[in-house]
């Protein structure tokens, strides 16, 4: 079975940090994403990576910044939390293009 | 602009009914239908997936694909309580990137 791992089950921060979200799959898939899934909006795509130092920007990536030095792992970066991140995020990976995404467990962040 | 619409319910139904879980959506390119279920508080996980036309079935649930109409549904037979769920639908068109649907309530009530 795949397995996402995210680093944080829960999480709270303060304005202005900076804020690292970590995430790691073991099944060597080649794309990973990171949503963000508020009431009533669904799931939000902020980037995602194909490919080992690649990235793309999502629907909102304003805010955030994302870093993938390795295949396993993708990195979600808060450079400077606002309350309106706080939210559920979401990381996923799939093996290709129109395979099924995998998901984590989520992080529930609150900035205050 | 690619668009998956789902009714956003609640859709309730009795014990031991067939909930019908509909998804319609924009782009005639797509290639790749899936079903999440997403428990509050939870992450969304993968019920089915489907890519031709027809029927697909695994154990209690079944995917339609109708690809003329732009439309994938989700059956569940025999609903359980435990089946309460947010249900997402997601479309792929050969890129990288799904397009979800916001998701239908579906509440099982004894």
């Known amino acids: 079975d795949v397995k996402v791992t995210q680093s944080s089950r829960y999480l709270v921060k303060r304005t202005g940090e900076k804020v690292f979200l970590e995430c790691v799959q073991d099944m060597d898939h080649e794309n990973m994403f990171w949503y963000r899934q508020d009431p009533g909006l669904g799931l939000r795509l902020i ?9 793309e920007k ?36 799939s093996s290709g293009a129109d395979q099924p995404q995998h998901f984590g467990d989520g992080t529930r962040l609150s900035i205050l | 602009q690619k668009e998956v619409e ?41 019920i ?6 027809g029927d697909k079935e695994d154990g209690r649930f079944t995917a339609q694909l109708n690809k003329a109409s732009q439309y994938v549904s989700l059956l569940i037979r025999d609903s359980q309580p435990s ?28």
Not at chain 1, 47 to 55: N, Q, R
Not at chain 1, 65 to 88: H, P
Not at chain 2, 86 to 110: D, E, K, M, N, Q
Request: aromatic fraction near 14%.
């Open chain 1, 47 to 55: 980037y995602f990576s194909y490919d080992v130092k690649m990235k």
């Open chain 2, 83 to 110: 089946d309460s769920a947010t249900y997402l639908c997601a479309v792929t068109g050969g890129s990288y990137i799904p397009t979800f649907g916001r998701g239908t309530s579906l509440i099982v009530h004894p």
């Open chain 2, 6 to 46: 789902q009714n956003s319910g609640p859709l309730s139904v009795p014990e031991g009914a067939i909930a019908s879980l509909n998804c319609t959506y924009s782009d005639r390119g797509s290639q790749s239908f899936f079903w999440y279920r997403q428990y509050s508080g939870k992450s969304p996980e993968l």
């Open chain 1, 58 to 93: 999502g629907d909102i990536p304003e805010g955030y910044s994302v870093s993938r030095e390795k295949k396993e792992r993708f990195s979600l970066i808060l450079e400077s939390a606002s309350t309106n991140q706080t939210s559920m995020y979401l990381c996923a990976s």
């Open chain 2, 48 to 53: 089915m997936f489907i890519y031709s036309n």
